[in-house]
C-alpha cells in the first residue's frame, strides 16, 4: 500500500514510518495539516494515518477538508489520545473510516489500514476482478483472457490490476507512474515500455486490444471481449 502518515509526533511517526516501510509499503509523512493535506489531495494513496492535535490545522479539519472541498475518498485512520465518545463521534463526522486510541499496536494499525484500503478497493469479498473476457484473481495473482493464462512482470500487474478495478476510466500517465514507482519516478519511455509489455501480453489474434490510449493524456482499460 502507498501509505501517508500525517503526525506531529516525531518519534510516533519514525516508529510508524520505520514499521510500515519495513512491512514492504511505500511511505509518505507529513508533520503538520497543511503539508498532510496538500499531500493527500495531490497524492495517489491507498490510505492516510492522521493524527487529531496538528499545528497549522487540526486533524479534525484536515479530513474535513479532504471530504468536502477535495472531494477524495482515501481511507483515513485517525490515531489520538483523545477516547471520549464525543471525540470519536467528531472524527467519523468529518468523514474518518477508522478511529484508533494511542497506545496502539503498531500491528493493529497496519491491519487496520489494509481492511479499509480493501473496503474502499471493494475486494473484501470476491478477489477475482473481471472486464470482459480479461480476469484477475488478486489472491493468486492469476490473469486470464479467454481461459488462456497470461504471465506479466509484477509492475506490469500493478498496472494492469489498477485499470481492471476502474474500467474506463483515463488514468493519467503521472497517476501510473506513482502507482508503481511511487516519488522515484522513471525516465518518460519506462511506463511506455510497460505498457507495450502489457498490450502483447493481453492482444489476441482477433480481438480488439484491451488497452486504450488516450493522446495527451495516459490510458484506460475498455471492454475485453472478443468481437
Known sequence: MRILIIEDDLQIATNLYDYLE???HS??????GVTGLHLAVTGEFDAIVLDLRLPGIDGLEVCRKLREEAQRDTPVLMLTARDALDDKLKGFSCGADDYLVKPYSLQE???????MSKRHRGVVGSRVLRVGDLSYDARSMAIERDGERIKLPPK????????????RKVFSRS??????????LPNSDTLRSHMHILRRALVRPGHP???????GIGYRLVAADAP
Do not use: K, Y
Open 27 to 32: 511511505v509518505d509523512a507529513a508533520a503538520d
Open 22 to 24: 519495513g512491512r514492504g
Open 109 to 115: 494499525v497496519e491491519a487496520r489500514l489494509t481492511a
Open 175 to 184: 497517476e501510473l507512474e506513482t502507482l508503481v514507482w511511487g516519488d522515484t
Open 209 to 215: 486490444d484491451p488497452i486504450e490510449t488516450v493522446h
Open 156 to 167: 506490469c500487474i500493478r498496472i494492469l490490476e489498477r485499470l481492471m478495478r476502474n474500467p
